[in-house]
C-alpha cells in the first residue's frame, strides 16, 4: 500500500493513500471518543471526517479538554 | 462600596434582587458564585470530590493535543465532570497571542458541541502569567464577531475593563493578584473601579490563596471568584473547596448586608443608660 506522510500533533506519521481523516480517528481508537480535529489550523467537525481525504503535509491536530484553571 | 467607609446602602433593591438569584452569565443564571478550575489534581476522582464540595456548576479545563498512542480508554476529564452536569469553560491557558488563542477556542466550540461560552486568556509572559492586554483585545474582537461568549482574563485596569465590555465581553475577569500566586487581593481599589462602572459580571480571576481572599473579593461586591492553585494546591483540596464555598457565600452576604464603617474611635455596644451605680 501506498503511503502519504502528514503531520499529526506536530510529530510525522504515515497513512495509506486516499485514507480519510475518519480512517485516521478510526485507526487511533479514538471514534467515538470527546476529541476535536483541525486540518491545517482549520476546524473539521465530525460529519465532515469521512469526506475529507488527507493530503500529504497536510498538519492535522487532535485534542482533547483536560485539566486547567 | 465599602471601601468608602461609609454605612453602604447596600447594591439597591434590583442588584439585590438579581443577587439572590444568583449570578447570570451569557443569559443563564447559577446558584454558585464560585467557579472552580480542574487542574494539579491528583486524579479526576479528587478534581470530581473537589467540585462537588465547592458547590460550582462552572468548571474550566484546558484544551490540548491528545497523546497519540495513548492507551484510548484511558479515563477522561470530561467523563469525571461532564457537560450534562456542569457548564464547561474552556480556557485558553498557554495561549500567548491573539491567534493562538482564537484556534485554541475554534477548537473548544467543536469539542463541546458547539457551545459558545468561553474563558479568555492571553498571556504576557511565563515568570508573570499576566495578560497581554493588547493581543487580549484583538482575540476578543475576533471571538465576539465568531459568536463567543467570552469571559475575559484582564489586567485590573478600569479601562480595559470597559473597552473589553464594550467588545462584547460577557464577563471580565481581572486578576487579583498573580496566577498561582496565592497573594490573595492586592489592589481592591481598582477592583472596586471596576466594579462600580460595570454591566457584565466582574470575576477575580486568579491570586486568590485562602477563604479570607474569595470572601474580601465578594464583600467589595465582585459577582464571582475563580480559583484553581488555592483549592488543588492545598495540604486538603477537598476540605478547601468547602471553605472556598462557605467564603464565597458569606462574602456574598457581608456585602448584600452592608458592612459598617471603619472609624477610629470605639463605640460601646451595651447602652449607657440603666447602669448599676
Known sequence: MTTITIELNGASHAVGQGKTLHDLIASLDLLGKRVAVAINREVVASPRWQKRVLRPADRVEIVVAIGGG | ?277
Request: aromatic share 4%; glycine share 10%.
Open chain 2, 1 to 277: 462600596m465599602n471601601l468608602n467607609d461609609t454605612p453602604t446602602e447596600g447594591p439597591d433593591a434590583d442588584a439585590a434582587g438579581a443577587a439572590s438569584a444568583g449570578l447570570t452569565i451569557a443569559g443563564k443564571t447559577y446558584a454558585s458564585r464560585l467557579l472552580v478550575g480542574t487542574g494539579k489534581y491528583r486524579d479526576f476522582d479528587e478534581t470530581r470530590a473537589a467540585v462537588d464540595a465547592s458547590g460550582t456548576e462552572i468548571v474550566t479545563v484546558t484544551i490540548r493535543r491528545v497523546n497519540i498512542g495513548q492507551h484510548a480508554n484511558e479515563p477522561s476529564l470530561l467523563d469525571a465532570v461532564p457537560p450534562s452536569q456542569f457548564t464547561i469553560l474552556p480556557n485558553t491557558g498557554g495561549c500567548y497571542n491573539a491567534k493562538e488563542a482564537v484556534y485554541t477556542l475554534q477548537l473548544a466550540r467543536e469539542l463541546l458541541d458547539g457551545h459558545p461560552l468561553c474563558k479568555l486568556e492571553v498571556l504576557g509572559d511565563e515568570k508573570t502569567l499576566f495578560p497581554n492586554m493588547p493581543e487580549t483585545l484583538k482575540a476578543a474582537g475576533a471571538l465576539v464577531k465568531d459568536g463567543f461568549d467570552v469571559m475575559v482574563y484582564c489586567s485590573d485596569d478600569p479601562i480595559q475593563a470597559r473597552i473589553l465590555e464594550d467588545i462584547g465581553c460577557v464577563a471580565v475577569m481581572p486578576l487579583a493578584s498573580l496566577i498561582g500566586s496565592g497573594m490573595g487581593i492586592l489592589n481592591p481599589w481598582n477592583l472596586s473601579l471596576i466594579i462600580e462602572q460595570a454591566r457584565v459580571p466582574v470575576i477575580v480571576d486568579a491570586g486568590v490563596g485562602t477563604a479570607s481572599d474569595a470572601a474580601i473579593a465578594m464583600e467589595l461586591g465582585c459577582d464571582g471568584v475563580l480559583m484553581n492553585t488555592a483549592i488543588a494546591g492545598a495540604r486538603e483540596p477537598i476540605r478547601m473547596a468547602r471553605a472556598m464555598r462557605l467564603a464565597v457565600a458569606a462574602g456574598r452576604e457581608a456585602y448584600l448586608a452592608g458592612r459598617i464603617p471603619r472609624r477610629f474611635a470605639a463605640s460601646p455596644s451595651s447602652p449607657m443608660a440603666g447602669r448599676i451605680a
